[in-house]
């Protein structure tokens, strides 16, 4: 199929407290906020919603930790953006540490059904090792659904090895980079314009569609703005 060429803008909002403790706040108000100014951006006629799945405390590392507020979450959202057709559901960011792809796709067999409930928009499915583990995933894919996606995670400066990207498109898997960077895996560090150059060209290729990380005003070359940002005046 044909990359989305369109503005892409991307809403990892981090509902899990940073407490170590269980807690999600499923307001939407926030996301409501930012997803209705988005639809006044010229050419952003695709937003992603990603339900963001982090390494802040051992079990954090496991999308499995959060699954029965993942199944609210995703719920939510679904219902009530159910006839908004340019939104792509993330279900999880990086799952690492000891988290299988077994773990993973006990996971998504949880939170597909429950979004296939309200809409047939696409459906992103991270892996395991922060989302750079295709190889696991091409040896048992997920089965009985359509429209999903397999994403993909790399920082140019520090993953420069482009085979599992390359074996899953020519095996017919639908990969989507859904978060990647030219610098260090940290999101600082110098741009290695070389390196990014050369996934670019596999990706484009392939038209294999990217996102990049990210924009914000914090420290660190990955973020676009300058951290003395704080309007869009500035």
């Known amino acids: 199929r044909p990359a ?21 706040d499923c307001d939407l108000t926030l996301f409501d906020h930012f997803f209705h100014r988005a639809e ?11 339900a963001a799945v ?3 405390n051992p079990e954090d590392k496991n999308p499995l930790y959060y699954l029965e507020e993942s199944k609210d979450l995703f719920e939510k959202i679904s219902t009530k953006y159910k006839d908004y057709h340019n ?9 690492n ?5 077994e773990d993973c796709k006990k996971y998504a067999n949880e939170i597909i059904p429950i979004i296939r409930e309200n809409t047939s928009n696409i459906v992103l499915v991270g892996n395991p090792k922060w989302t750079a583990d295709l190889n696991s995933v091409m040896a048992s894919p997920l089965e009985g659904y359509t429209n999903i996606m397999y994403t993909y995670h790399f920082y140019a400066a520090d993953h420069q090895n482009k085979q599992q990207v390359i074996t899953a498109y020519d095996k017919g898997f639908p990969v989507f980079i859904s978060e990647h960077g030219g610098m260090e895996s940290s999101g600082d560090g110098a741009l290695d314009i070389e390196a990014i150059t050369a996934w670019y060209k596999v990706l484009d290729e392939r038209n294999i569609s990217y996102v990049a990380w990210n924009i914000s005003n914090t420290k660190g070359s990955a973020s676009i703005l300058k951290t003395t940002t704080s309007s869009a005046k500035d």
């Open 4 to 24: 989305l060429h369109q503005d892409l803008v991307q809403f990892r909002i981090r509902s899990i407290a940073q407490t170590g403790n269980r807690a999600i």
């Open 87 to 95: 939104i792509l559901y993330e279900i999880m960011n990086e799952p």
């Open 54 to 56: 982090g390494a802040d």
């Open 40 to 50: 006044n951006v010229d050419g952003a006629d695709l937003l992603v919603y990603s």
């Open 97 to 101: 540490g000891p988290t299988t792809w």
